[in-house]
């Protein structure tokens, strides 16, 4: 299994990029991808995840309403797109995979980690 995410950046506040996490090895049918950050000096937290039947789940309550998950099971890639970023967005944005369900925010039971996207938000 891989997980190859990309898409950051330095973006102005309020911006709107696009994250990207393409999979290999594995079918989205049967996998939860989930999107992680962490910030300078803080912990990893989760973002938001979306199931194989393409339910989602949103981790982080500050990224309701700005942030939207979803997949093109096409192209085997999870998306997160963002919008009216602020400073406090910015992070390295990893995405993970497991089997299962999307289940609580807890990255030790994901299993898959790519290798991180930075996204640099400038006031």
């Known amino acids: 299994v891989q997980l190859q995410a990309s898409g950051g950046g330095l973006v102005q506040a309020g911006g709107s990029p696009r994250l990207s996490c393409a999979a290999s090895g594995l079918t989205l049918d049967y996998y939860s991808i989930a999107w992680f950050r962490q910030a300078p000096g803080k912990g990893r937290e989760g973002v938001a995840c979306i199931d194989g039947s393409g339910k989602i789940a949103v981790y982080e309550d500050s990224v309701k309403g700005r942030f939207t998950i979803s997949r093109d099971r096409a192209r085997n890639t999870v998306y997160l797109q963002m919008s009216s970023l602020e400073p406090e967005d910015t992070a390295v944005y990893y995405c993970?995979?497991?089997?299962?369900?999307?289940?609580?925010?807890?990255?030790?039971?994901?299993?898959?980690w790519g290798q991180g996207t930075l996204v640099t938000v400038s006031s």
């Open positions: 993970a995979g497991k089997r299962g369900d999307c289940g609580t925010s807890d990255s030790g039971t994901f299993g898959s």
